[in-house]
């Protein structure tokens, strides 16, 4: 619905489209002129928008809602109005006159919005509109449109997905990440990471997860999943199918288990869990593979059990954590 406080301002802007159809000259100011200019060539763009489909990599997919607004014919407008339009302060009000252009779909996107969603803290656990519920890792990021919600999730980074069953409400997911778009029917149970360090996805509770990589031909980029299989790659490429230990997916439960990764990203993951800054001058860390685990429960614990493989000694100052040589 719209505010109150919202209403002078769309029947101002009302006013003068009427007057601009209905009038045989120009009975609006040079701003208004260009404001309505504007919406007109924005509902031209929006009434060709439509929701991206499984068949496009999570870029493209963003491109095609955020990069249509952005077309030439916007670029040519005034940009201080750019700016005005799209601030979160003027989205609402930007939406009603939209609407009147475009009709109920422009209302509906603007209205309804994006939902972005991005742990503060640790780890969080986040309830979807159909009740499926993802536990994500700070640092991590979901989004998805929040009205009309089909399942239809972009990932950057590391979560877990327990998707609900067909009869308590649940639907089909497709998630989108950069390296994959990862098909899933209700009742699934899946773990997903793809960001700078690691691609690995592990169905955990469904006989079958769908995988496939967005850039290349879908006849031949499809993978089915196997239940305790997993997919784990540094590249651009999937890689080949894993079985076995499936312990690295406990860490929604507070123990955070690594098989042969980057330290890099095991130091990332601590501090995001803790809040803290590792600090350090230890060059040779950055190309370390680490297998080891951690629990979030008590950090100075989580760095004994960090450090104890590594021949590193620590000391916590304030928020940082200081690793050093244990020779030194």
Do not use: C
């Not at 060539?41 to 997919?61: H, R």
């Amino acid at each position: 619905m719209i505010p109150e406080n919202d209403h002078e301002f769309i029947d101002k802007a009302l006013k003068h489209y009427d007057q601009e159809s209905t009038s045989n000259k120009d009975q609006v100011d040079d701003n208004s002129d260009k404001e309505l200019s504007l919406l007109n060539k924005v509902s031209d763009e929006l009434s060709n928008m439509s929701i991206p489909t499984s068949k496009k990599s999570k870029e493209q997919s963003w491109s095609e809602i955020y990069g249509k607004i952005n077309s030439e014919t916007v670029k040519q407008a005034e940009a201080s109005f750019i700016d005005m339009l799209f601030s979160p302060k003027y989205m609402k009000k930007v939406a009603a006159i939209a609407g009147v252009f475009v009709g109920l779909y422009a209302m509906w996107f603007f209205l309804s919005g994006i939902q972005n969603v991005t742990p503060s803290d640790g780890t969080l656990e986040y309830t979807f509109p159909d009740g499926s519920t993802v536990f994500l890792k700070k640092g991590s990021n979901i989004r998805y449109l929040k009205s009309g919600f089909d399942g239809n999730v972009y990932l950057n980074g590391h979560a877990q997905f327990h998707l609900n069953a067909v009869h308590e409400g649940g639907v089909s997911y497709e998630v989108k990440t950069d390296r994959s778009i990862i098909l899933a029917d209700a009742g699934s149970i899946f773990d997903v990471r793809d960001d700078s360090y690691l691609y690995h996805i592990t169905n955990i509770g469904r006989p079958l997860v769908q995988v496939r990589t967005p850039h290349q031909d879908e006849a031949t980029s499809n993978i089915l999943l196997k239940k305790g299989n997993s997919l784990k790659t540094k590249s651009a490429e999937l890689g080949d199918v894993l079985q076995g230990d499936l312990t690295h997916i406990n860490w929604p439960k507070g123990h955070f288990i690594y098989h042969e990764v980057p330290l890099s990203m095991v130091l990332f993951d601590f501090e995001n869990q803790f809040g803290v800054k590792v600090v350090h001058s230890l060059p040779e860390l950055s190309n370390k593979v680490f297998s080891g685990s951690f629990k979030d429960e008590n950090i100075n614990a989580a760095l004994s059990d960090l450090t104890k493989d590594l021949a590193l000694n620590f000391r916590l100052e304030g928020e940082s954590v200081i690793l050093s040589d244990i020779n030194n």
